[in-house]
C-alpha cells in the first residue's frame, strides 16, 4: 500500500479489509444523512476479527487503509448517486500529521469523484487521549479543510464532558449505553435531554446511536433528536448501501411531507 504519509510508508499489513455501511438517518425525512463506514474482513468477517490483527506496527497503515476502503466501498455501493455524507472512523494517534496523513484520502476521493466536503471523520479512543493538543490540531486542520468532524460513543469511557470542553467537534454521537431503554429510564432522559441542550448552546448536533425500539425512537423525538442510527432502521450493508426502514405508520406522512 502506498501512502501520502512518510509513517505510514514503514508499515505493512498482512491482511485485507472490506467496509460494510450502516445510514444515519434524518427521522424528519426518513433519509439518509450519512453512512458510516464499518471495518469488516475481506470476506465479511467482524470488525472484532479484523481489530484484533491491528498492533503498533500496523496501526498507522491500517488507519490509512480504512480510509482508501471506506472511500471506494462507498462509490462502488452508490453513495454517490445520493446526497448523503460519508462517516470514516480514525484513530487520532494514527496521525502524525493532519496535512501528511490526508493526502492518500485526498488522492483517493479525487480518483472515485466525491466531494471531499462529503466527509464526516469520526474519532473514538478506548484509552484516555493524553495528547489532546494534537486532537484539536487535527480538528482544526480538517475543519479548515472542509470536512466535518464528530466524537464517537460519546458518554462512553473517556469520550465525555472533559474531552468535550477541550475542544468541540461539528457532531456528537451518543453511546448506544445512553439510549437503551431510555423510554423506561428517568435518569437516562433527563441525562440525554441535558447533552442535547448543551450540545444545542455550544452549535453542535447530536446523533443517537444504537437505536433498537420503537419506544427509543419516540423518546429521542420527544427530546429533540432528529439524527439517529441503529439496528431500527437499518443493519449495516457488507459492501452495500442498506435501505432503510422507518418505524410506524407515520412514516408515510413523514416522507411525503420532505
Known amino acids: 500500500m502506498s501512502s501520502g504519509c512518510q509513517g505510514c510508508r514503514k508499515e ?7 467496509m460494510a455501511f450502516q445510514p444515519i438517518v434524518d427521522v424528519r425525512t426518513g433519509r439518509p444523512f450519512a453512512y458510516e463506514a464499518l471495518v469488516r474482513g475481506a470476506n465479511g468477517e467482524s470488525a472484532a476479527d479484523v481489530l484484533a490483527q491491528v498492533t503498533a506496527d500496523n496501526r498507522y497503515a491500517f488507519d490509512q487503509q480504512c480510509r482508501v476502503a471506506a472511500i471506494e466501498g462507498a462509490v462502488a455501493a452508490g453513495i454517490a448517486d445520493t446526497d448523503a455524507r460519508l462517516s470514516i472512523n480514525f484513530l487520532p494517534n494514527a496521525v502524525y500529521s493532519p496535512v501528511a496523513c490526508i493526502q492518500l484520502t485526498l488522492k483517493t476521493a479525487r480518483a472515485v469523484g466525491l466531494r471531499t466536503d462529503r466527509l464526516i471523520f469520526e474519532f473514538t479512543e478506548n484509552e484516555e487521549m493524553v495528547d489532546t493538543d494534537h486532537v484539536r490540531t487535527i480538528i482544526d486542520a480538517y475543519r479548515k479543510m472542509g470536512f466535518t468532524t464528530a466524537i464517537d460513543d460519546f458518554g462512553a469511557g473517556h469520550a465525555g464532558l472533559g474531552l468535550l470542553a477541550k475542544f468541540q467537534t461539528d457532531l456528537i454521537k451518543l453511546d448506544m449505553d445512553l439510549i437503551r431503554d431510555l423510554a423506561s429510564s428517568l435518569p437516562r432522559r433527563i441525562i440525554v435531554d441535558g447533552v442535547v441542550r448543551m450540545a444545542n448552546a455550544l452549535g453542535i448536533t447530536v446523533i443517537a446511536e444504537g437505536v433498537e425500539t420503537a419506544a ?9 433528536i432528529h439524527y439517529m442510527q441503529g439496528y431500527l432502521f437499518a443493519r449495516p450493508g457488507f459492501r452495500s448501501l442498506p435501505a432503510i426502514t422507518m418505524p410506524f405508520a407515520e412514516r408515510t406522512d413523514r416522507v411525503a411531507a420532505a
Not at 505493512?12 to 472490506?18: G, H, N, R, T, V
Not at 427509543?216 to 429533540?224: K, Q, S, T
Open 12 to 18: 505493512q499489513m498482512d491482511f485485507s479489509i472490506a
Open 216 to 224: 427509543e425512537y419516540h423518546a429521542l423525538r420527544d427530546i429533540g
